[in-house]
């Protein structure tokens, strides 16, 4: 989206993080020595999103830190953020409210969580990894279809589904490397794709010092560094808001 941005001043493509890991890191690397190699102490500053960007970058810290400027959270903290489980962990231990979860990491606990969440509303999503990548709504799974779906995706979390009707808010946030927020963005969803479940195509900005708050104590609880954003919905049989984080 940014390669649109009328404050883009270039633009460079690399590989897709997601789907070549190493061939994101290679270009990643050969793209901070040019910028390096610049006027004087005019390293690069380095903003890594989304959650293989991320990967990669946690997992290969000093080689980048290196070449550029980079806010980067501990390892623990990518690992209980990064992982849907353990942040729904986390945000039990810290009072922050979320969707009731199961994690499956077998093809008996898949089927038997399904089972125990049935008929009430559901979701079936991979333990790692974004967007609608794996996403099912409401899946009745025999052993093939538990088996296929692990090997594809593997651990997964079973998870209550907030109808959706409720709204969605998101909290982007950037903490500097003390510890303290230097920027914050709230969100509303306004659109998303596919229209089931899935990233969003159109936000407008709003004010929301309660979910602000929230998603600062859910991030400082692991003390947090960098870029991350919070996603709440709204539930409207209860008017309470879900919320889980996203890095």
Known sequence: TAFWSSFTA???LLPDAAEDAEAFGRALLALLARLNAGPAGRRPVLLPMEDATLTWV???RAEVQALADVL?????AYAALADKAATMGLAARVGVPHPSSVTAASVDELMEAARE???????????HGAGSRGLLYNPVMDEVEAAAYLAKHGTAVVQERVPAEGDAVGVSL??????AVAAHFVHKRLRQFPNSGGPSTDRVGIAHPQLLELSVTLLRAVHWRGVAMVEWKL??????QIGRAHV
């Open 10 to 12: 270039a633009r460079h």
């Open 58 to 60: 946690v997992h290969h």
């Open 72 to 76: 980067l959270p501990p390892d623990e």
């Open 117 to 127: 969440m049935a008929p009430a509303e559901f979701i079936v999503k991979p333990s």
């Open 174 to 179: 950037l903490f500097d490397a003390h510890g």
């Open 235 to 240: 539930d409207p049989r209860t008017g309470e």
